[in-house]
């Protein structure tokens, strides 16, 4: 008969005691129970049992509730009953959906910010794309969905996946506000991991929490193999639409692919980006399959209901009551360059400019023509290069029509006589930094960000600006995508960072996705202005964000010139600008004018418009257009008004943010801390607690030091440092800010709350703090009848995967001996007042006339909790109906889709009929799986766990 077991039981296996953390199943559907040793020698060493094998051998045991010892407590005030009762209570799964620990982490935590974790919770697995525009805090908004699920026993194992240069932000973000550890596993790292462990080893398995870049994986064969072993309860992906499957007709990527295995590799999935889709139904579909292959049955045509449920989609115009009051709103100028003669010159021959031959058999979406005036735009230097690259192509192809080669030869002796000084849009770039801005790089909070899509012209501002502004070469920092990861993210902590040298960061659009640029910046230049709206958005975003304190000053330079039509295509880019401010204000996305939905493509359009002879106005008209009607077959007009939620007005299918306490016995986790550190018979070496300024600081004890061995190296005091902790999220917040103005690259104090290391050990200790199966027995008068007696016992029930389901504190009353009731222990603190008040201890407690009464209360308490499944069962079973015929539906609708597909396949007969088993095969094959994770997480064991925690007596 297979036993019963759920977390905060304490077993027997192998001739020790356990106390059972979590039970989870593994990749061949085995339980597998996570366990902290109680047993003297074993005691905080944590183990993996699997069931099956532990059961098949006789060496596990659960300890039963009515066999419990009842034992007296000794300490002063009942302090260490109090402690091991609270930390019971921290064993306690939430089985709601309400938010009970996400909106108290280290941050000015915002209404729309708790409903992405709300919408999971109310899922019956958390799989979601966040899918918030440029700036709202997708990362925060993560961070408090997998704080929620940590809490609930979802998130032991976690592993995040992000681009090379946001590993340490996100790092950072993840342990600042919510304590929750990833270790950074970028090139170097990998290498120390491998150097460490066994070559037949995984290293996937020695970090519990880890962060890693997408490409790293991509690029190391063997190390992508180890990950795809391994299983993790949540998987973030950041900047998610790198995963997507894109290009029409193209297989899919290195990356996608990888995404694709990983996402079955997890029970708990999370997508993050502000660009989730590129208009094409297929690549976003591809996102969606990741979270639910069976919600999409035909990826070229579906609807709005069939993914509703999987994402969550907000606007800056969407979330306004909430933002005025945090985000400053950004003043916008374009500045303008009359171009000099020498660079008229050019213009002049660019417009002029016959390339039949290159231009003739053109492969990409653009004249050469055309790119060599984006390039004049950016700057002189770019040109050049762009202009020499194509005579060495010309003279290597060697060509009997020497016509091209000539017209390129012309306009680079051209583009080499515009000098420093000739070159207007970076003499206007010195004006308005030295003279608009009154800038002089001396203030350490005030730094620039300037932002060019050309390699050649950052090495050329790299290059010039220190002499111009006076700065030293270590002033200027440049960022780009073929960049090592250690020193994209060296480059972006020191821009960070206030004693760092740096003052400029002159970027290309690697630093466009997901980067922090606020803390120390909010001015940001656009030396050349992208032909996106998509990248005009994410490239703002970097300044114009969640967090900013100051008003955001952005910047256009633009050159006008006298040739006429050189002059409009600045014109047309002056649209760009226009159009990306009103959809800030207006509409929300900007993508919308055009309709593509991905930067190459808009980038696209615009050189088309330029190339055409449109003139600005024209355009504009056009990107109204679209704007206001779309094309009919736009499937994602929907996408971008769905989802939307504000505080006064939400749909039925949205739920409300409701959050939640739980039972606690202290007034928050610092005071929790204070008494198990002041109980504590461990050695606490320089321990100091301020309890009035809410401040502990202490030396790592040695029982505490291999728990810090695998959290992220940053995090770990040496030797002769203190670990500082504090509850005051402002204060977090402060030293976040103060850590950039010094050296320390992570701040020295920590948020001391619910998910932080010390709790969750000390959590652990205050459970050992009573023998094997004792419960102990405290003497009350506050509140309680005479000759009362109150048995209060945990009872759970998990689902079949192992996981508790359903949890209930309950008191089983007597008295004289007499059974009175039973009653939510809820109630019993509410009339006790236990833990509210100083509890004097007479050191011993008569025992005998309880012992007889442990069996009832046990009997008592099972009826109870019988009762109180039957209820919940009968809401879990219809959701379980409701989920099947979902299922069934949708099972119907695949198979329907897979014969309209073959119906139009003209193959022979025989081919086809083996490719249709195959994707029939294939299609069961993701029903079933799904339908076994349903039956098994929304089914309950038929018998609860109880545990005995306790005795009140008067």
Not at 92 to 118: F, H, K, S, W
Not at 365 to 383: E, G, I, R, V, Y
Not at 896 to 908: C, I, P, S
Request: net charge negative.
């Amino acid at each position: 008969m297979s036993i019963d077991i759920a977390p905060g039981a304490r077993i027997l296996c192998r001739d020790a005691e356990w106390l059972v953390k979590s039970v989870s199943c593994s990749s061949d559907g085995d339980q597998v129970i996570e366990a902290v040793g109680v047993s003297e020698f074993l005691r905080g060493r944590r183990v993996q049992f699997l069931k099956e094998i532990e059961e098949k051998t006789g060496d596990l045991q659960v300890l039963k509730a009515e066999k419990t010892e009842l034992v007296n407590d000794d300490s002063s005030g009942y302090v260490r009953s109090l402690l091991f009762i609270e930390a019971n209570f921290k064993q306690t799964v939430p089985e709601d959906g309400r938010i009970y620990l996400g909106q108290q982490a280290a941050m000015d935590t915002l209404n729309y910010q708790l409903y992405p974790a709300c919408k999971a919770l109310q899922m019956p697995r958390q799989r979601l794309l966040i899918a918030d525009a440029v700036g709202l805090g997708k990362t925060l908004e993560c961070g408090i969905l997998v704080s929620e699920l940590i809490y609930r026993g979802k998130g032991r194992r976690i592993l995040v996946v992000a681009t090379k240069s946001m590993m340490v932000q996100f790092q950072k973000e993840f342990w600042q506000r919510f304590t929750i550890p990833l270790v950074r596993l970028d090139s170097v790292e990998i290498q120390r991991v491998r150097s460490r462990l066994p070559g037949n080893h995984n290293p996937f398995h020695y970090y519990d929490r880890a962060i890693i870049s997408i490409d790293t994986l991509k690029q190391d064969r063997e190390y992508r193999s180890y990950l795809e072993q391994a299983y993790w309860d949540i998987l973030i992906i950041d900047e998610a639409h790198n995963v997507a499957r894109r290009g029409k007709g193209q297989s899919a990527s290195q990356r996608a692919k990888l995404a694709e295995r990983l996402a079955t590799r997890s029970d708990t999935l999370i997508l993050l980006s502000a660009t989730p889709h590129d208009g094409r139904p297929e690549s976003f579909a591809s996102l969606m399959n990741m979270l639910d292959p069976t919600a999409i049955a035909n990826e070229s045509n579906y609807t709005k209901e069939d993914i509703r449920d999987l994402y969550v989609r907000r606007f800056k115009k969407d979330v306004l009551q909430d933002l005025k009051q945090n985000i400053p709103e950004r003043r916008v100028e374009a500045v303008e360059a009359i171009a000099s003669p020498a660079e008229e010159r050019v213009f002049q021959k660019l417009h002029d400019l016959k390339l039949t031959r290159i231009d003739r058999q053109r492969q990409g979406n653009q004249l050469f023509k055309t790119t060599l005036l984006k390039a004049m735009l950016s700057s002189p230097a770019a040109c050049l290069e762009t202009v020499k690259n194509r005579i060495q192509r010309l003279k290597k192809q060697d060509i009997s029509d020497q016509a091209d080669l000539a017209e390129l030869k012309d306009l680079a002796t051209a583009l080499e006589q515009i000098q420093v000084e000739d070159f207007s849009k970076y003499q206007h770039l010195l004006k308005l930094i030295q003279k608009d801005f009154s800038w002089r790089g001396k203030d350490t909070t005030d730094r620039l960000v300037i932002f060019t899509g050309r390699l050649e012209t950052q090495k050329f501002l790299k290059t010039q600006l220190p002499k111009d502004l006076g700065l030293s070469v270590d002033a200027i920092a440049c960022l780009e995508g073929g960049m090592a990861d250690v020193d994209q993210v060296r480059i972006v902590d020191e821009f960070g960072q206030e004693s760092a040298k740096v003052r400029v960061l002159i970027a290309t659009e690697v630093a466009a996705e997901g980067l922090n640029l606020h803390y120390l910046s909010h001015k940001l230049i656009h030396f050349d202005i992208p032909w996106s709206l998509m990248t005009l958005q994410q490239r703002n975003g970097r300044i114009d964000r969640y967090g900013q304190t100051r008003q955001p000053e952005i910047r256009y330079l633009l050159t006008r010139s006298t040739v006429e039509r050189m002059d409009e295509v600045e014109r047309i880019i002056q649209v760009l600008l226009a159009k990306d401010e009103q959809a800030i204000k207006n509409i929300g996305d900007p993508s919308v004018f055009m309709g593509v939905f991905d930067p190459e493509a808009e980038e696209a359009i615009t050189a088309q418009v330029i190339e055409s002879g449109v003139t600005a106005e024209e355009f504009s008209q056009q990107l109204d257009q679209n704007a206001q009607g779309g094309e009919e077959d736009d499937i994602f007009r929907w996408f971008e008004t769905a989802g939307t939620f504000t505080p006064e007005e939400t749909t039925a299918s949205e739920p409300q943010t409701e959050t939640g306490t739980l039972l606690s016995l202290f007034a928050s986790p610092f005071d929790f801390t204070v008494a198990a550190l002041k109980s504590s018979t461990v050695p606490i070496p320089n321990l100091n607690i301020n309890e009035t300024e809410r401040f502990i600081e202490l030396q790592l004890p040695e029982e505490l030091k291999p728990r810090y061995e695998r959290l992220p190296r940053e995090i770990r005091p040496d030797e002769k440092s203190l670990l500082s902790l504090t509850d005051n999220p402002e204060e977090i917040m402060t030293a976040m800010i103060e850590a950039r103005r010094q050296d320390a690259r992570w701040p020295v104090k920590q948020y001391l709350w619910e998910l932080h290391p010390i709790v969750e050990w000390l959590t652990d200790r205050c459970l050992f703090y009573f023998g094997r199966h004792q419960a102990p027995v405290i003497q009350l008068s506050t509140g309680m009848k005479s000759q009362e007696a109150i048995f209060v016992c945990f009872g759970s029930f998990p689902n079949r995967r192992g996981s508790p389901v359903l949890n209930r504190w309950v008191s089983v009353i007597f008295n004289n001996g007499k059974f009175q009731g039973v009653e939510p222990f809820a109630k019993t603190l509410e009339r006790t007042q236990l833990g509210q008040n100083s509890i004097p201890n007479p050191g011993t407690v008569e025992l005998e006339d309880l012992l007889g009464l442990r069996s009832k209360a046990i009997n008592q308490a099972r009826t109870y909790l019988q009762q109180a499944r039957t209820t919940f069962d009968s809401q879990l079973t219809a959701q379980l109906n409701e989920q099947k015929q979902r299922l069934e539906r949708l099972r119907g609708y695949h198979f329907e889709q897979l014969e309209l597909r073959f119906e139009e396949d003209t193959r022979a007969e025989t081919i086809k009929q083996q490719q249709r088993q195959r994707a029939r095969s294939g299609i069961e094959k993701i029903f079933k799986d799904y339908e076994d994770w349903v039956n098994l997480s929304m089914t309950t064991e038929p018998e609860p766990y109880i545990k005995l925690i306790t005795v009140l007596r008067s």
